[in-house]
C-alpha cells in the first residue's frame, strides 16, 4: 500500500534561518507531489506542484522553493526564513494523468518562525 | 481556471442534528468531487468523493449531492457525533490536470454535546 511521510513535525527556526522540510512517498511510482501552506484558521494554499522529477511549478511566488531530487522524495526549502512563512505546511501524492483521483495528504510540518 | 466557493466558513450544530455544507464550482468540466476532514493538527483525509455521472453517494452518515446543472455539490452529515467536530474541505477536479484539485475555503464544524 501507498505511504506518505513527512518530516519534521514540528519546528521552531528563528527569522533569517534556512528551512528544508521535506517528504517522501512509498509504494508508488512517478506520483504527482504537492506541497500546500496552511496558514492558522485558513484554507489549503498551494504553493508548489511537481508531474517529474526536477519538474516544479510554482503556484505562488514566494520566499520559498521546491526541488524533486528523486521520483518520490519532495522538499520544501528557504534560504532565509520570514516571520509570514509561519504556518503548516502538508504534502500530498495523486496518481498522474488518472482522471478523478484525488490527493493523500502526509500529517504536515507546524513551522513557527520566531 | 476552476475556483471553488465553499459555504458555510463556520457551523454549529447539536449532536444529534443534521450539518449541510454547500459548494459551488465554475468549471463545467470538473468531473470529481471529493470531501476532505481535517482534524486540529493532522492532514486533511478523504472522506468520500462523487464523480459527475453520479447524482448522489451515501456512506453511513455521510451522503454528497451533486448539482451538474447547478454546479454544485453538498456534503450532508445525519445524526451529529462530537467527533465530527472538525475543519471540512470540497474540491473539484478534472481529467487531465496535473495541478488537478481546486480545493473550497474550508467549513469549521462544531457539534455540541
Known amino acids: 500500500s501507498q505511504t506518505i511521510h513527512q518530516w519534521p513535525a514540528t519546528l521552531v527556526q528563528p527569522v533569517g534561518s534556512p528551512l528544508s522540510l521535506e517528504c517522501t512517498v512509498e509504494g508508488t511510482s512517478n506520483p504527482n507531489l504537492y506541497w500546500y501552506r496552511q496558514a492558522a484558521g485558513r484554507g489549503l494554499q498551494l504553493l508548489f506542484y511537481?508531474?517529474?522529477?526536477?519538474?516544479i511549478s510554482s503556484e505562488v511566488p514566494q520566499n520559498l522553493s521546491a526541488s524533486r531530487p528523486q521520483d518520490r522524495q519532495f522538499i520544501l526549502s528557504s534560504k532565509k526564513l520570514l516571520l509570514s512563512d509561519s504556518g503548516f505546511y502538508l504534502c500530498a501524492w495523486s496518481v498522474p494523468l488518472l482522471a478523478n483521483y484525488g490527493y493523500t495528504f502526509g500529517s504536515g510540518t507546524r513551522l513557527t518562525v520566531v | 481556471g476552476e475556483n471553488v466557493e465553499q459555504h458555510p466558513s463556520t457551523l454549529s450544530v447539536q449532536e444529534g442534528d443534521s450539518a449541510v455544507i454547500k459548494c459551488t464550482y465554475s468549471?463545467?468540466?470538473?468531473?470529481?468531487f471529493p470531501w476532505y476532514k481535517q482534524e486540529l493538527g493532522k492532514g486533511p483525509q478523504l472522506i468520500i468523493d462523487?464523480?459527475?455521472?453520479?447524482g448522489e453517494k451515501k456512506d453511513q452518515r455521510i451522503a454528497v449531492t451533486l448539482n451538474k446543472t447547478a454546479k454544485h455539490f453538498s456534503l450532508h452529515i445525519t445524526e451529529t457525533q462530537p467527533e465530527d467536530s472538525a475543519v471540512y474541505f470540497c474540491a473539484a477536479s478534472k481529467a487531465g490536470s496535473a495541478r488537478q484539485l481546486t480545493f473550497g475555503s474550508g467549513t469549521q464544524l462544531t457539534v455540541l454535546p
Open positions: 462523487i464523480r459527475s455521472n453520479v
Open positions: 468549471d463545467s468540466a470538473s468531473n470529481y
Open positions: 511537481s508531474v517529474g522529477i526536477g519538474q
